[in-house]
Nanobody, 124 residues
Framework: QVQLIESGGGLVQAGDSLRLSCIVS????????MGWLRQSPGKEREFVAG????????DYADSAKGRFAISRDNAKNTVYLQMSSLKPEDTAVYYC?????????????????WGQGTQVTVSS
């Protein structure tokens, strides 16, 4: 059984930083790409950041470029999302997810297992 467990969300002020973590079990973590996606009320789930299976390649939504950094530790089966200069529009439930391939996917439908989500709220 594949499980993804996120942590690190919370309530912060605009301009603050947060680091999200996601630990994966039940799949050979080092073989697969990972992503962080988010969903705000009334909006579709959207891609935020992705990282390939070896951590060599990353990709970001335009809204995240220059502010967010995705990384992974294959020895710990963990993926991270470091978020800086947070804005109120970053408020959302953030999900980590895994794809059944080694390269980055931006389409949420490509991800086959998801975490439960962690709330990030940024106040102005």
């Amino acid at each position: 059984q594949v499980q993804l467990i996120e942590s690190g969300g919370g309530l912060v002020q605009a301009g603050d930083s947060l680091r999200l973590s996601c630990i994966v079990s039940g799949r050979t973590f080092s073989r697969y790409a990972m992503g962080w996606l988010r969903q705000s009320p009334g909006k579709e789930r959207e891609f935020v950041a992705g990282i390939n299976y070896r951590g060599e390649n990353t990709d970001y939504a335009d809204s995240a470029k220059g502010r967010f950094a995705i990384s992974r530790d294959n020895a710990k089966n963990t993926v991270y999302l470091q978020m800086s200069s947070l804005k109120p529009e970053d408020t959302a439930v953030y999900y980590c997810a895994i794809v059944p391939v080694g390269f980055i996917q931006k389409d949420a439908r490509r991800y086959d297992y998801w975490g439960q989500g962690t709330q990030v709220t940024v106040s102005s």
